[in-house]
């Protein structure tokens, strides 16, 4: 299988901390994106760092990626009870995306 | 502008029967792609089609799946002789004509197909 794996699978956080979520990947990239999905909704993409960037921002969402070791990490600074979702990575080589299995975070207030 | 519209946003069928699966694109946006999700599951793609074309079908089953994306109209998933593996989440997702490494999907909120 493609598929990339996400890690860990599972995150609780309080709100306010922070939370890391890490993806590793198969292919070669052209570029790798984040999304979010809210319990039983469509995705929403958040960001996407081209194979060329090593870091990007956007608001609170820190993203990293290392070409070298075939993975990226997102951060989600000062969370939000709001922020309570699955979050996937999907890598973007020559085919349409290949989502990871996604991490379930859970921001208690 | 409205958003990728999916319907029906569930859908129950019995064993054998047909399901169609409807996704019309945000406006001006030219490519579909289609994803299937299990629970607790990533999204896996099916389908990638521009207007009359499919691009890449690498991860529709062989049998009983077909999608097509009309000049006019819808992208249609249709499902022939529906079993009960198939049910899942079906997502849609557009994007606009662009380079590889800038674009961006959009996703609908998905069909809920259950399979009795």
């Known amino acids: 299988s493609q598929q990339g794996e996400e890690d860990p699978q599972a995150l609780s956080i309080q709100e306010g901390e922070n939370a890391t979520m890490n993806c590793s990947y198969k292919?070669?990239?052209?570029?790798l994106q984040w999304y979010r999905q809210n319990s039983g909704r469509g995705l929403v993409h958040l960001i996407l760092i081209r194979s060329n960037e090593r870091e990007k921002h956007s608001g609170r969402l820190r993203v990293t990626l290392d070409t070298s070791k075939k993975s990226s990490s997102l951060l989600i600074t000062a969370s939000r009870a709001a922020d309570t979702a699955s979050y996937f990575c999907a890598e973007r080589g020559n085919t349409p995306l290949v989502f990871g299995k996604g991490t379930r975070l859970s921001v208690i207030a | 502008n409205a958003g990728v519209m999916q319907n029906p946003r569930h859908l129950v069928r019995r064993r054998g029967q047909e399901a169609r699966l409807r996704c019309s694109p945000m406006k001006g946006h030219s490519h579909v792609y289609w994803y299937r999700q299990l629970p607790e599951e990533g999204l896996k793609f099916m389908v990638y089609l521009q207007k009359e074309n499919i691009i890449d079908e690498s991860g529709m089953p062989k049998e009983r799946f077909s999608a097509e994306f009309p000049k006019e109209g819808p992208s249609i998933l249709r499902i022939q002789q529906v079993v009960r593996g198939d049910s899942a989440a079906y997502f849609c997702?557009?994007?606009?004509?662009?380079?590889?490494?800038?674009?961006?999907?959009?996703f609908g909120p998905g069909t809920r197909l259950t399979v009795l």
């Open positions: 997702a557009s994007s606009p004509a662009g380079s590889v490494s800038t674009d961006t999907q959009y």
């Open positions: 292919t070669s990239i052209n570029n």
